[in-house]
């Protein structure tokens, strides 16, 4: 099986500032990583997919980047709709999770 | 509007069966494959199971955690998911998700409002 390990858990953060999260593979999953935003009570929702292609509609501040076994969010200027949760996903072999990013306000 | 809605779920003894439906709208139900997540209250992301079109074969795969114990089918005349959910556990409480696997990617891009288990004497 293949882990997926996110950092940090949680990040606290004001508006404006640069965010990056971070996903590592236990094995190497090439660029086949998606990640997903999640606010309280509502349904994951797709940002990129192939580790760096934004879905229609995403705000380009929001960016990924890495291959293999390395993997990175990053949102450029924290807007106060980006307060959620994000996790990282795989599905080079099935599907796996990361645990998790919470981003709060600080 | 491409839409996934979530029925079924609700509270249930430990050791009983539920079944979960997923109805699908705005899209070829036919023409996509679709998964089920899960999320324990106040956990992270579980995937669950998956069912590949019938132009695949029709056939699932499992989460080794429910292996055994849960089915998923289709229905596409009726653009329905089902997860047939058996010997039910405490740990299987969560909301359950239904989600469209995107073609060709296999992230999951449509995802339902999710339906609440719970499995409790």
């Known amino acids: 099986d293949i882990q997926m390990t996110q950092s940090p858990s949680t990040l606290s953060a004001s508006v404006g500032d640069r965010v990056t999260i971070t996903c590592r593979a236990s094995q190497n999953i090439r660029s086949l990583l998606a990640w997903y935003q999640q606010k309280p009570g509502k349904a994951p929702k797709l940002l990129i997919s192939?580790?760096?292609s934004l879905e229609s509609g995403v705000p380009s501040r929001f960016s990924g980047s890495g291959s293999g076994t390395e993997f990175t969010l990053t949102i450029s200027s924290l807007q106060p709709d980006d307060f959620a949760s994000y996790y990282c996903?795989?599905?080079?072999?099935?599907?796996?999770f990361g645990q998790g990013t919470k981003v709060q306000f600080k | 509007e491409v839409q996934l809605v979530e029925s079924g779920g609700g509270l249930v003894q430990p050791g009983r069966s539920l079944r979960l439906s997923c109805s699908a709208s705005?899209?070829?139900?036919?023409?996509?494959?679709m998964s089920w997540v899960r999320q324990a209250p106040g956990k992270g992301l579980e995937w669950v199971s998956f069912?590949?079109?019938?132009?695949?074969?029709?056939?699932?795969e499992y989460a080794a955690s429910v292996k055994g114990r849960f089915i998923t089918s289709r229905d596409d005349s009726k653009s329905i998911a089902y997860l047939q959910m058996n010997s039910l556990k405490t740990e299987d409480t969560a909301v359950y998700f239904c989600?469209?696997?995107?073609?060709?990617?296999?992230?999951?891009?449509?995802w339902g409002q999710g339906t609440m288990v719970t499995v409790s004497s």
């Open positions: 996903q795989q599905y080079k072999s099935f599907w796996t």
């Open positions: 069912i590949r079109t019938k132009a695949y074969g029709g056939t699932p």
């Open positions: 989600t469209r696997v995107l073609t060709g990617i296999d992230a999951f891009d449509i």
């Open positions: 705005g899209f070829t139900f036919g023409d996509c494959a």
């Open positions: 192939e580790a760096s």
